[in-house]
T-cell receptor, first 114, second 109 residues
Framework: GAVVSQHPSRVICKSGTSVKIECRSLDFQATTMFWYRQFPKQSLMLMATSNEGSKATYEQGVEKDKFLINHASLTLSTLTVTSAHPEDSSFYIC??????????FGPGTRLTVL | KQEVTQIPAALSVPEGENLVLNCSFTDSAIYNLQWFRQDPGKGLTSLLLIQSSQREQTSGRLNASLDKSSGRSTLYIAASQPGDSATYLCAVNNNDMRFGAGTRLTVKP
């Protein structure tokens, strides 16, 4: 089956630093990738839709200058949390698919900002 | 904008009971609906995927139904076990996936 990986699985950083999270489709080419975040005891919320070779589409309330998304190839999308603050601490999950009707989820990245 | 609601928010049952989790959504123009399981601090495990043209899907003790016209799906778990304890998420896909808040299930031995 289709496999999506995320790296790192867990990251702890100091406030004010930037953190990059990678999402890779291992055995298929993903024209579309989605980024979600999940705060404790809450459901997943879509942050942005990433299409290969074009700018990401951000959901309302998600700052595009703070959460930089790059989808430079058909197998890799990156999410960079710039100038991270404690309130950015969350569980970030990506999904990838060859079309929007079937998405495969990565294992998630837990970000803790001290 | 698609809104997904899951009821109940939490459920506690004794081992062996059959149970039903509910999911409702506001926009019936969906590609598919998917049920996931999430253990504390972990990622998502896909349980069942129902395409918009399907009425139900079964996998082992799990059965998911879809009534697109009424915007409802149910996840039926037969003969529940303590290992079924987790949060169950319903996600609806119409060009992007929208998740419900989940049902936190506890199965007591």
């Amino acid at each position: 089956g289709a496999v999506v990986s995320q790296h790192p699985s867990r990251v702890i950083c100091k406030s004010g630093t930037s953190v990059k999270i990678e999402c890779r489709s291992l055995d298929f080419q993903a024209t579309t990738m989605f980024w979600y975040r999940q705060f404790p005891k809450q459901s997943l919320m879509l942050m942005a839709t990433s299409n290969e070779g074009s700018k990401a589409t951000y959901e309302q309330g998600v700052e595009k200058d703070k959460f930089l998304i790059n989808h430079a190839s058909l197998t890799l999308s990156t999410l960079t949390v710039t100038s991270a603050h404690p309130e950015d601490s969350s569980f970030y999950i990506c999904s990838a698919g060859q079309s929007t009707d079937t998405q495969y989820f990565g294992p998630g990245t837990r970000l803790t900002v001290l | 904008k698609q809104e997904v609601t899951q009821i109940p928010a939490a459920l506690s049952v004794p081992e062996g009971e059959n149970l039903v989790l509910n999911c409702s959504f506001t926009d019936s123009a969906i590609y598919n609906l998917q049920w996931f399981r999430q253990d504390p601090g972990k990622g998502l495990t896909s349980l069942l995927l129902i395409q918009s043209s399907q009425r139900e899907q079964t996998s082992g003790r799990l059965n998911a139904s879809l009534d697109k016209s009424s915007g409802r799906s149910t996840l039926y778990i037969a003969a529940s076990q303590p290992g079924d304890s987790a949060t169950y998420l319903c996600a609806v896909n119409n060009n992007d996936m929208r998740f419900g808040a989940g049902t936190r299930l506890t199965v007591k031995p």
